[in-house]
């Protein structure tokens, strides 16, 4: 459940998805990858952001 509560950080109350970044290519060093731009809704990160609520509704109802 941590992951899902830092997941849930990302979720502004009208329902957008922020820090999303953007497919990368391959860098040299770990700069590279963390100084890529972030963008909000984009699609990459939508489907994840579903996928991961689905999962953790699921196993919410599983424990009931």
């Not at 998805?17 to 040299?28: L, Q």
Request: glycine share 12%; with cysteine; charged share 30%.
């Amino acid at each position: 459940m941590n992951g899902w509560k830092a997941l849930k950080k990302k979720v502004k109350e009208d329902g957008t998805v922020t820090g999303i970044c953007r497919g990368t290519a391959i860098g040299s060093d770990v700069e590279f990858y963390n100084n890529r731009k972030t963008f909000d809704h984009d699609p990459r990160g939508l489907g994840a952001m579903m996928t991961a609520g689905t999962e953790v509704y699921l196993m919410i109802e599983q424990k009931e």
